[in-house]
């Protein structure tokens, strides 16, 4: 009789696994990213290598020389944190901050809490909001399309359609005809980081992470549905300039600046965002809202690094929200 064993749950396995889901995410980013190569270029192309290798190598010298374990690069989260923090930089950006970038978000926003899984907020936005902080200047010097300049440091550099938007709701109503055509917003031939270009892309992505089942859907479509909302109210309240319709107003506040890449790529981050329905959905309209506040009446013409990052905090108290245990009595 053969022997019984015992084991402690789970007893099925779902084939899961964190490389497997780092390698999806990474597949789904691969349209944008082919767009912003054929946007930005060169840059777009080194800036990404730079990231990717400066996140991988930090990662492997904190696990094997100060915390005194087995590096675990091998998950491609490390790649993957690399290639979200490339996609929040311009493509002009010097190497030696994007190098910065990798060791902060690496070093403070990842392996300092314990490594994968342990993490509070998005690793990437981290770094990138720690190098908008840091260097202003740089971080806000967007290129405009350029292809495969060779001089891509130097590479002509404008306003992001965002900033043009937000002097436009600010009373400047000659900022109208500085936006782009909503078609070029939508398919990506604009100025801007990685992240800004091609909404069409990134919704394709995302898309194909839900129908993998890598993320769900109550995030991104609560952010964008905020947005959506908020965007429309604003323009029915009648401080949108002469020229700038409400429609206008909204379809450009979706196509343009990091919106769908914060919503189905960083925000549906496993660590850092709740675990139940009801508090991903309440996740994303923070994040809507806060974000649509800074656009409106903060100092940057863009929000979704810091919404996220600042709902990130509040994901302990949104896990609270859960239903209850099957013959749990009501308080």
């Known amino acids: 009789m053969p022997n019984l064993i015992v084991s402690p749950a789970p007893h099925v396995h779902s084939g899961d696994s964190v490389r497997r889901n780092m390698l999806l995410v990474i597949a789904a980013l691969l349209p944008a990213y082919a767009v912003s190569i054929a946007v930005f270029g060169w840059g777009a192309l080194i800036t990404t290598a730079i990231s990717i290798a400066a996140c991988v190598g930090c990662e492997w010298l904190i696990a094997k020389f100060l915390l005194k374990q087995q590096p675990a690069i091998a998950d491609c989260s490390a790649v993957l944190t690399g290639l979200l923090l490339a996609f929040n930089l311009p493509s002009n950006l010097p190497w030696w901050i994007v190098i910065i970038g990798a060791v902060v978000a690496i070093g403070v926003g ?32 967007w290129p405009l399309p350029h292809g495969f300049n060779t001089n891509y440091i130097d590479a002509a550099t404008g306003a992001t359609p965002l900033a043009a938007m937000k002097q436009a709701v600010k009373g400047d109503a000659s900022a109208v005809n500085r936006l782009p055509d909503l078609w070029d917003a939508f398919t990506g031939f604009i100025g801007g980081s990685f992240g800004e270009v091609c909404a069409l892309a990134l919704i394709i992505g ?36 002469e020229g700038l319709t409400t429609c206008q107003y909204v379809m450009m506040s979706l196509c343009t600046g990091g919106l769908m890449l914060g919503a189905f790529f960083m925000a549906t981050d496993y660590v850092t965002s709740p675990m139940t329905p009801w508090g991903k959905i309440i996740f994303g309209i923070g994040i809507g809202v806060i974000l649509m506040v800074i656009r409106t009446w903060g100092a940057y013409p863009e929000g979704v ?27």
């Open 110 to 141: 990842k392996m300092s809490f314990g490594g994968i899984g342990q993490n509070i907020f998005n690793p990437a936005l981290v770094g990138r909001v720690f190098l908008l902080i840091s260097f202003p200047a740089q971080m806000t010097t």
């Open 206 to 241: 995302g898309l194909f992470l839900i129908c993998m089942r890598v993320i769900t859907w109550h995030i991104p479509v609560s952010v964008i549905a905020t947005v959506v909302v908020f965007a429309a109210v604003t323009g029915w309240c009648g401080v949108l300039p």
């Open 305 to 331: 690094s810091f919404a996220i990052l600042i709902m990130n905090a509040c994901v302990p108290l949104l896990n609270k929200i859960r239903p209850k245990r099957f013959g749990e009595k009501r308080k």
